[in-house]
C-alpha cells in the first residue's frame, strides 16, 4: 500500500469511528426518553406473560449455566435439554447475553437491557448499510432511527427479543440488492470463466456468516430474495458478468445456510444420537397461512395511534378472525416508501438505463421488486408454500419478512430524498431539518400506544417473587419440586386461566430449587404424565419417592372447582398438613419431606427405590407417521391418525415390562370398521365405529424401543376447514401396569 494512502485510510476510519459514537448516542437518547428508562423500574419484566417468561428463564440459564442447552433446574429429576428445539440460528444474540450476563446477573434485568440494546445495534448497522448505498449522514440517522423504532420492534418486546434485535436484516438486504445490481459479490469469472474471489469477498463471507447466526428467519428469508435478485441482477448484467452474478448469489446462499447449519450442529448430533423427537416443533405446510404476511397491516396504522382517527382506523383494519402476528405494520414513513418503490417497479421494471457502473444507490424499481416478491412470498397463499410442500415447514410465520419490506421502503424514501437534496442549493441546512422532521413525525406515527410501562407488572411479579422465596426458605437448597398442572413443554397452551409458560415463573424467581416443568416432551419427563394420571394418594407417593421434596400448585390451570378437590385430596393424604399460599390465593404450596419419612417407614428404602424405578422408567411413547400432532382439551388427549400409523413404545428400564396398551378408539366416517393393532409381530383386531370404543392390547416390552403399528379401513376424511385426512382417533392412550 501506497504511504500516501495510509493517511487516507486511517481518515475514514476515525469517521467511520466518530459516525459510529453519534448512531449509539442519539439512539441510545431516544430510546432512554421513549422507554423512559430513568422513570421505569427496568428490573420488572416488561412483559410478565408467555414467551416473555420463557424468554427470561432462558436468561437465568445463561447466567447459571453459560449457555442455553441444558440445566439441572427445569424438568427435573433429568433436566432440560434445548436440542430438539434447537435455538442455534440465534447464536450471536445468545453470544451477546452471555458477555452481559458477567455484568447483569437476574434474567428480567438481562432480557430487559438486551431488549433495549437491540434498538442501538439495529439502528448501528442499519446506519452502516445506508451509507454504503451512499445516502447522506443525516438521512441515513434518519432512516436507521425510524428502522429502529419499527413497531415491529417495540410490538415483539422481550416475548420475542432476538427477532425483536433485527440487525442482521440490513445485512440481508444490503447483500440482495447488491446481487439485484448486478455487482459481484463474491465471484468473478474471467477470461475461460476460470473463477477467482471478487474484491471485498471477505468481507462479504463474513456477513453471510453473521446472517446465519442471527436468527434462522432472517437466513432462510434472505434465501427465496436471493433467488429474486440474482434473476434482476442476471438480466441487468452485461453478458460475461452474468454467470458471475448467480455464482455470487449461490455462494452467499451457501454461506449463510452452511452458518445456520455449523450453530445447530450440536443439535443434529444429538437427535442423531438420540433419534429426532417426533413429539417437538411439529409444523405443517398449511400453517404458513395462520402466520401469513397481511398486506392491510403493512398499510395500517399502529394500534392505539396518537391521532383518535387514525386509531379508529387501525381497529377496523385490524379486526379479522385471523390476524396472524399483529406486529406487521410498517408506519406511515415506510408505508410511503413502500408504495412508492412499488409503483416505479410496477411502471419501469427493473430494466437499467444506463450502461455506467453502479453507483450503489438502489433504483427504487430494483427496491419495488424485491418488495413485490416479499409480499408475494409471505402473503396468505403467497409463494412461501412451495417451501412448505417440499419439506421446509419450520419456517412458517412469514409474517415476518414485513421487517425487511420495512428497511427497503425506508432506504427508498431516504435514497428518494437524497437525490431531492441533490438539486437544493442549501443542501448543508436543508438535509439535517428534512432528517429530523422525517424523525419526528415518522415516530410519533410509529409509536402510536406501543410505549411498554414495565410498572404495570409490578404487583404480580413481586407477588410471586415473595412466594418462591418462602418455598426457598422451607426446602434446602437443591431440592425438587413437583409442579400442577402438569403440562408438557415446549409450544403447549395453557390450561384453564394459566398464560404459555406460566410454571416457569417459579424458576425464574427461584436460585436453589429444581422445578419438574420444562423438561423437553418425548423424552424423560413424559413418566410425569402416567404419573399424574394416577390417584393423588397414590400420585404422592410416586413423585416423593423420585426424590420431590415439594408440590407446587396453579389453581389457575383447573377448570370449574379451582383446584379445590385436588387440594383437599392432597392435604388429606399428608395428615392434614396446611399449604403455604400466595397473597392471592392463587398458588399453594405443599411440604412433602414429611411425608417422605412416613413412606420410608411404612415400605422401606428398597421398596421406595424400586417405585422411583418403576415412575421414572413408565413406558412412553412417540407417535409418529401418520399421527397428525397431538390435541389436548383441559380433560383430554387426542392423537388423530391417517390409515396407516407408526408409534415408538420406550422402556427405559433394563428389565421387561408387562402390561397393557389402553385407549379409546373411534373413526372418523359413520360405518362399521376394523381397527388392527400390530406389536412384536402379534396382530389384535378391534372393531370400530364412529362411537369411542375402549380397546386393550397386553403387551410385554423388552428394554429399549418396540414398534406399534395401527391400520383401519376406515376411510380417511377432511372436516370442514381442517387440511387434515382423519381416519380414526385415540382418545387417552395409557400404559397400565399388570395388576398385583
Not at 88 to 94: P, Q, R, V
Not at 344 to 350: E, H, Q, S, W
Not at 515 to 523: I, K, Q, T
Not at 601 to 630: I, N
Request: glycine share 8%; aromatic share 10%.
Amino acid at each position: 500500500m501506497p504511504a500516501a494512502a495510509l493517511p487516507r485510510l486511517a481518515g475514514r476510519w476515525v469517521t467511520r469511528v466518530r459516525d459510529g459514537a453519534l448512531v449509539v448516542v442519539v439512539t441510545a437518547l431516544v430510546t432512554v426518553v421513549f422507554f423512559r428508562v430513568g422513570s421505569a423500574d427496568w428490573g420488572l419484566p416488561i412483559d410478565y406473560r408467555g414467551d416473555s417468561v420463557s424468554e427470561a428463564a432462558l436468561a437465568r440459564v445463561i447466567i447459571e449455566t453459560g449457555w442455553t442447552t441444558h440445566t439441572d433446574r427445569l424438568g427435573a429429576p433429568t433436566g432440560q435439554t434445548l436440542h430438539d428445539f434447537p435455538l442455534g440460528g440465534d447464536d450471536a444474540h445468545n453470544l451477546v447475553m452471555k458477555v452481559m450476563s458477567w455484568f447483569i446477573h437476574e434474567p428480567v434485568s438481562l432480557v430487559n437491557a438486551y431488549f433495549l440494546l437491540g434498538f442501538v445495534l439495529v439502528a448501528l448497522v442499519a446506519f452502516a448499510v445506508l451509507r454504503w448505498l451512499r445516502v447522506s449522514r443525516a438521512l441515513a440517522l434518519a432512516g436507521a432511527l425510524l428502522f429502529a423504532f419499527a413497531p415491529y420492534h417495540i410490538i415483539r418486546g422481550t416475548a420475542h427479543v432476538t427477532l425483536g434485535a433485527y440487525f442482521s436484516v440490513p445485512l440481508a438486504c444490503w447483500l440482495a440488492l447488491r446481487i439485484a445490481h448486478g455487482d459481484v459479490t463474491a465471484v468473478e469469472v474471467g477470461p475461460g470463466r476460470r473463477p477467482r474471489l471478487a474484491e471485498g469477498a471477505l468481507g462479504v463471507a463474513v456477513v453471510a456468516l453473521l446472517i446465519g447466526a442471527s436468527n434462522a428467519y432472517y437466513a432462510l428469508m434472505l434465501m427465496p430474495l436471493l433467488a429474486v435478485a440474482a434473476a434482476i441482477g442476471a438480466l441487468r448484467s452485461d453478458r460475461g458478468r452474468r454467470l458471475a452474478v448467480i455464482v455470487s448469489a449461490a455462494v452467499i446462499a451457501a454461506l449463510v445456510l452452511g452458518s445456520l447449519l455449523i450453530n445447530n450442529l450440536p443439535a443434529l448430533r444429538y437427535q442423531s444420537a438420540h433419534g429426532k423427537n417426533p413429539e417437538v416443533d411439529v409444523r405443517y405446510p398449511w400453517e404458513v397461512d395462520d402466520y401469513a404476511l397481511r398486506p392491510v397491516e403493512l398499510l395500517s396504522p399502529v394500534p392505539g395511534h396518537h391521532v383518535p382517527a387514525l386509531r379508529t382506523l387501525a381497529q377496523r383494519l385490524t379486526t379479522s378472525r385471523s390476524v396472524s402476528e399483529p406486529s406487521q405494520f410498517l408506519g406511515a414513513v415506510a408505508a410511503f416508501g413502500m408504495l412508492l418503490a412499488i409503483g416505479f417497479a410496477l411502471a419501469l421494471g427493473g430494466r437499467r438505463r444506463d450502461n455506467g457502473p453502479w453507483t450503489r444507490r438502489p433504483d427504487l424499481p430494483v427496491a419495488g421488486i424485491l418488495i413485490i416478491a416479499a409480499v408475494l412470498i409471505g402473503t396468505a397463499g403467497g409463494l412461501a408454500w412451495f417451501a412448505g410442500v417440499v419439506g421446509f415447514v419450520k419456517v412458517r410465520a412469514w409474517n415476518r419478512i414485513s421487517i425487511v419490506i420495512a428497511f427497503l421502503a425506508l432506504a427508498c424514501v431516504v435514497v428518494l430524498a437524497d437525490k431531492w437534496l441533490a438539486r437544493r442549493s442549501r443542501r448543508a441546512f436543508v438535509a439535517p431539518a428534512l432528517a429530523v422532521a422525517l424523525v419526528v413525525v415518522g415516530l410519533f406515527d410509529q409509536t402510536g400506544g406501543l410505549r411498554p410501562n414495565p410498572d404495570n407488572n409490578k404487583a404480580g411479579f413481586e407477588r410471586d417473587a415473595r412466594f418462591i422465596a418462602g418455598i426457598e426458605q422451607t426446602l434446602p437448597a437443591g431440592s425438587m419440586v413437583f409442579e400442577l398442572p402438569w403440562q408438557p413443554f415446549p409450544e403447549e397452551p395453557a390450561r384453564g386461566s394459566m398464560a404459555q409458560y406460566d410454571q416457569l415463573k417459579p424458576f425464574l424467581h427461584s436460585k436453589t430449587l429444581r422445578w419438574s416443568f420444562g423438561g423437553m416432551r418425548g423424552r424423560e419427563s413424559d413418566w410425569q404424565e402416567a404419573a399424574v394420571a394416577l390417584p393423588t394418594a397414590t400420585m404422592l407417593d410416586a413423585i416423593d419417592a423420585v426424590g420431590f421434596r415439594g408440590l407446587y400448585i396453579d389453581r389457575a390451570g383447573y377448570v370449574g372447582d379451582d383446584a379445590t378437590n385436588l387440594v383437599s385430596e392432597v392435604s388429606a393424604a399428608l395428615d392434614g398438613e396446611t399449604p403455604l399460599t400466595s397473597e392471592d390465593g392463587r398458588l399453594l404450596f405443599f411440604d412433602l419431606r414429611s411425608h417422605h419419612d412416613r413412606l420410608v417407614r411404612s415400605r422401606g428404602d428398597a421398596a421406595v427405590r424400586e417405585l422411583a424405578t418403576a415412575t421414572l422408567d413408565h413406558p412412553t411413547a412417540w407417535w409418529e407417521s401418520g399421527f397428525w400432532y397431538e390435541e389436548r382439551t383441559y380433560d383430554h388427549v387426542f392423537h388423530n391418525a391417517k390409515v396407516h400409523a407408526n408409534a415408538t413404545i420406550f422402556n427405559r428400564n433394563i428389565k421387561t415390562w408387562n402390561g397393557s396398551f389402553t385407549a379409546l378408539a373411534r373413526s372418523a366416517a359413520p360405518g362399521a370398521y376394523g381397527l388392527d393393532i400390530v406389536v412384536k409381530g402379534q396382530t389384535t383386531h378391534f372393531d370400530l365405529t364412529d362411537a369411542w370404543t375402549e380397546i386393550r392390547v397386553p403387551i410385554g416390552l423388552d428394554p429399549g424401543k418396540t414398534a406399534i403399528t395401527f391400520t383401519t379401513n376406515a376411510p380417511a376424511i377432511r372436516a370442514p376447514g381442517d387440511p387434515r385426512a382423519i381416519a380414526f382417533a385415540l382418545q387417552e392412550p395409557a400404559f397400565v401396569d399388570l395388576e398385583p
